[in-house]
């Protein structure tokens, strides 16, 4: 019995194993479970309500509605910038009053569950919606006895700002959204979609219908085109439903597709990518817990350095006369094509039917190719009459290139383009003949993106960070520059990461900001940064009252001695200077982000609510991750996707451990999700003498079955051409199977069995690994879920939590109840069925 006990607790895909206090370990420490639980997501959103404000720009002048919630009521207001004035759009009580008479359930000034405000045509009024507690029959039902066929029944109301009356709108047809599907020509007058892999369009009066009842039997809709195939297709091959794994369903290729057409502003063309894909290898995932029995899903995914890669084609249709053509656009082998679509006004942002239009004019469109090894990109136009492709800017690297939407003046007879051709991320300004004019912007800070173009006072407003002196080079902030490069001007200053949100005509725009340890703020500004009002401070009285504190900012210095990282500790809200605590790092390596807050969250799980159990958590930078600073420092892993952020992240744990006694740096643990999943296990193996405990989860362990576009990209995929002119690529990289030999600490991998993104394939390539050098791991296999956790994120975070208990701290009380989640039992006022 002793033998088969032994074995037992061996074993590798146990989702729960149960080990002895390590020898070395320090004395054990009881974890505090009950902390980490009075921050659960769930209490979190009865403690924190509206932390920054979204304005809505009305069309007809400056004015902006927005709503706020406090922990004592929600409210809406109307802000005029010009009188500098902000009001209530109505008194809660007295209306909540007037709605209790009609609906004839009680409402009250805290409890008015508005839904769907939006104003007038003329602004002068406003109408919203809000459910009830009758019961009615669905009017779309068929079968109105189905368990399913009831809704509360919903009233509709139009309340006017001058008159203070409120009135019911009877028999108000409300109109739905825009489905998924549809997308509209600017007129209005016809709606392009994919069905069988083909085209199909409807006009304007059957499109109602569809709005209605998709399934009207009555509609009439047009094909448009005939050869599509799967994955040959003109608009979506796969399933819009991402839980779907039975991709070879009759019904789902029945259904309306998207096309992800974008149309000319005159609604007479329309242009489209079409992918061929049919020669692009099979992947697959199983569901074992659907039912009544475990589905297949099928689904293409390109591999890196595989040869078989879809082709991209780009077509011109001209609707009126139902016809199309291929647009001749090849230059690279297995490049890749993107068009962009027109900047959208703020003030059309709320509209339900906002059409999908080009960038460009009614006779000229642009787009962009991209070389396989993405050192080479095109920025191009199309003349849609000729079809003659034009090369306005050509970007040029030894690493990969970074391109970002232009903005167009005058209808393109000049181009702001953005680029890091210089190692920094600036503007520059075009020609129509694609001669460059003159860099706008210059100097050792990153800009970020075009916000608006003043064509007629010739100014650029784009935001940008690392520019201001003493902050953290990750805040972004606000800023005007004229198009000559003159006149740069900073508008909305403060040591603070700031949020921007301008109107179409450029005279004002909201601020809001905060820092990590600093409780969210918004303001109105001018445009030329003149504060005019103070709009809102997030109310976190409730969260302060649970016993919450800011974490705390850092800066260190990264292995090599020089570079400036910049990270955020976390600690036990009942922290103990005189006590020696475990540290884990929360990491994700980049490099698209890193892992750093930089302004105020709510979303505390990893970092703040971890650090409850009894742990310093912090957040640090690397090398190679972030791409808010210089090109070189982005680009630092090219070529090490591996190991580059490793030594930042050790050396980060032992400058902090030197400055702050209470940090133990003998405990130290280290945790991430994706590719912070696959750090963290590399830590493990590349430094098993410094890194102690590790949960990673979803890793992309071993890139070589991970996705194409991410790991050719920062990795680097080489180019051969041969004296035939024959072009192939090769791709190789170090992975974590690699070094599996080297653990020595504890290891918990985790992944959802359905991810078809980071596929399990890459856990369980590890797994194989670990076994074969005779190692021991845990393994939590979560069903159902795909790369994000879904309705298992609860449940995982409590196994992390436990795991780094155990290993950590020493506390091995876990009972097989998680009583904690246990606890969370939502009472509702529902009587039950």
């Known amino acids: 019995m002793k033998k088969l006990y032994l074995l ?96 004839k359930d009680p409402f009250d000034a805290q409890h008015l569950p508005i839904e769907n405000l939006k104003f007038t045509k003329d602004e002068k009024s406003i109408q919203f919606e809000l459910k009830s507690s009758i019961d009615v029959v669905k009017k779309d039902r068929k079968d109105k006895k189905a368990a399913d066929s009831l809704e509360k029944k919903t009233f509709y109301f139009q309340y006017n700002l001058a008159t203070k009356k409120l009135a019911e709108l009877k028999n ?94 005159d609604s007479k063309h329309f242009a489209l990518i079409r992918s061929d894909e049919r020669k692009v290898k099979d992947l697959w995932v199983i569901n074992s817990i659907a039912q009544p029995r475990p589905t297949l899903q099928t689904y293409k995914y390109e591999m890196p350095g595989e040869k078989e890669q879809p082709h991209r084609e780009l077509l011109l249709f001209d609707f009126d006369a139902k016809t199309s053509k291929k647009l001749n656009v090849t230059l690279f082998k297995d490049q890749e094509l993107s068009t962009w679509q027109a900047p959208v006004l703020a003030k059309n942002k709320d509209d339900e039917f906002r059409p999908s239009v080009w960038l460009g004019t009614n006779s000229r469109f642009y787009f962009y190719r991209t070389g396989r090894d993405l050192k080479k990109i095109d920025v191009c136009s199309v003349d849609i009459n000729t079809g003659k492709v034009d090369i306005k800017v050509e970007e040029r690297m030894n690493t990969y290139v970074e391109i970002a939407k232009p903005g167009l003046i005058n209808g393109g007879k000049e181009l702001v383009e953005w680029s890091e051709r210089d190692g920094w991320a600036h503007f520059y300004l075009y020609d129509d003949a694609g001669n460059l004019k003159n860099q706008i912007t210059s100097g050792s800070f990153h800009c970020d993106d075009i916000v608006n173009i003043d064509e007629k006072n010739r100014v650029l407003y784009f935001t940008a960070s690392g520019r201001e002196p003493n902050e953290n080079p990750y805040y972004v902030h606000l800023y005007r520059i004229n198009l000559d490069g003159s006149g740069l001007k900073l508008l909305n200053a403060g040591n603070f990461d700031h949020t921007s949100n301008q109107n179409d005509t450029e005279k004002y725009f909201v601020d809001a900001f905060s820092r990590v340890n600093t409780a ?101 930078g690397n090398r190679g991750g972030n791409p808010e600073r210089s090109k070189w420092y982005h680009n630092f892993g090219y070529g090490n996707l591996r190991d580059y952020g490793l030594a930042d992240k050790k050396a980060a744990a032992e400058q902090l451990a030197d400055k702050y006694p209470f940090i133990d740096i003998n405990r130290v643990g280290i945790t991430g999700h994706s590719g912070g999943g696959f750090m963290s296990s590399a830590a493990m193996l590349v430094y098993p003498d410094f890194f102690k405990v590790a949960v990673s989860e979803s890793g992309n362990h071993d890139n070589s079955v991970y996705n194409r576009w991410w790991s050719e990209k920062h990795n680097g995929v080489k180019e051969i051409i041969t ?111």
Request: hydrophobic share 35%; glycine share 4%; with cysteine.
């Open 520 to 620: 969210p703020k918004s303001v109105l500004c001018d445009n030329t940064g003149r504060k005019l009002m103070d709009l809102e401070t997030a109310d976190l009285s409730r969260l302060m009252g649970a016993g919450y504190k800011f974490p705390e900012p850092f800066k260190i210095k990264a292995d090599d001695g020089i570079t400036d990282l910049y990270g955020v500790m976390y600690k036990p809200f009942d922290f103990d200077p005189t006590k020696k605590y475990p540290l884990i790092e929360y990491v994700y390596p980049g490099p698209q982000t890193e892992a750093v807050n930089k302004a105020f969250s709510s979303r505390m799980d990893n970092v703040d609510r971890l650090a409850q159990f009894g742990f310093i958590v912090v957040t640090v």
């Open 723 to 833: 004296p035939k002119g024959d072009t192939t690529f090769q791709y190789t990289i170090d992975k974590n199977p690699d070094v599996a030999k080297n653990l020595k600490g504890r290891l918990l991998l985790s992944t959802g069995d359905i991810d078809n993104n980071v596929h399990p394939a890459n856990t369980i390539r590890l797994i194989n690994a670990l076994i074969k050098a005779n190692k021991r791991f845990d393994f939590v296999l979560l069903p159902g879920q795909r790369h994000a956790y879904g309705d298992m994120t609860e449940y995982f975070f409590w196994q992390k939590g436990d795991y780094f208990c155990k290993y950590l701290l020493g506390d091995f009380n876990q009972p097989v109840d998680i009583v904690e989640m246990d606890r969370e039992i939502e009472m509702s006022n529902k009587k039950k069925p």
């Open 172 to 265: 108000y047809e409300k109109v739905k959204p825009k489905p998924k599907w549809a997308s509209i020509a600017p007129d209005s007058s016809v709606v392009i979609f994919a069905r069988y892999f083909n085209l199909y369009w409807m006009d304007k009066e059957n499109y109602k219908k569809a709005v209605k009842n998709e399934d009207d039997s009555t509609i009439v809709e047009h094909a448009l085109t005939k050869d599509g195939v799967e994955y040959y297709a003109y608009g979506n091959s796969g399933n819009d439903d991402d839980t779907d794994t039975d991709g070879d369903d009759a019904k789902s290729k029945k259904k309306r597709k998207s096309s992800s057409v974008l149309w000319s502003p």
């Open 8 to 103: 037992l607790s061996a074993s590798l895909f146990c989702l729960h194993t149960k080990a002895q206090t390590p020898a070395a370990a320090p004395a054990p420490v009881q974890a505090n479970y009950q902390l980490a639980a009075r921050f659960s997501p769930k209490k979190i959103q009865k403690l924190v309500f509206t932390t920054n404000i979204e304005p809505h720009w009305l069309k007809q002048s400056d004015r902006f509605w927005y709503v706020y919630e406090t922990s004592n009521i929600k409210n809406w207001y109307l802000v005029d910038p010009g009188a500098q004035k902000k009001e209530l759009l109505f008194d809660n009580a007295r209306l909540a009053a007037e709605i209790t008479l009609i609906v």
